[in-house]
């Protein structure tokens, strides 16, 4: 029997350590998005507050199912669309920050919770008050899956009292009707 060639066993090396070398960030959607929520509520800042879910970033960072949930969403928004429109924002709250009023975002930190969740922490009550009803970090667990080759988020859940909450998607789903 032939001895096996070094380049040969370093080739099939490179094969079996590629799949996981080529593994996306699953982080990077959900860093975007909370970082953009972040600037937002940056009052250190005279930049305009930028637009989450805008349409590049609906594009780019979130599932073809999350998209069209949002968009069926926002021919049912909260509030009368401008003058001339037809469509509105879907929310009447910063999904991200889980609230209308809220603080600078302080200690944001994600954790890739493996099989496609990520969660992020960060605090932004603390200008409100102080106590420990302050210190309470808001958290979102995202569920993050790989679609056409990118990683995009499908959805996310707000932690309330320790316990998952109600999907973002399923809430937008059905507020568009589907």
């Not at 409100?128 to 808001?138: I, Q």
Request: charged share 30%; glycine share 8%; with cysteine.
């Amino acid at each position: 029997m032939k001895p096996l060639s070094a380049a040969f066993v370093l080739g099939l090396f490179f094969v079996s350590v590629a799949p996981s070398a080529a593994t996306a960030d699953m982080k990077a959607p959900v860093r975007e998005i909370i970082e953009a929520a972040a600037r937002s509520w940056d009052n250190t800042t005279d930049e305009p507050a930028e637009d989450v879910f805008s349409v590049d970033r609906l594009e780019r960072l979130f599932s073809e199912d999350f998209v069209e949930a949002f968009e069926a969403a926002s021919k049912n928004p909260p509030f009368d669309p401008p003058e001339g429109e037809t469509t509105g924002y879907p929310f009447d709250y910063d999904p991200i920050a889980q609230g209308q009023d809220g603080c600078p975002f302080e200690n944001i930190h994600l954790e890739d919770d493996g099989e496609g969740q990520v969660t992020a922490f960060f605090n932004n009550r603390r200008c409100m008050g102080e106590g420990p009803d302050y210190e309470v970090e808001t958290v979102l667990i995202f569920e993050v899956v790989e679609e056409d080759g990118r990683t995009v988020i499908d959805d996310f859940y707000p932690v309330v009292d320790g316990q998952s909450g109600s999907s973002i998607k399923r809430d937008l789903k059905l507020q568009g009707g589907l």
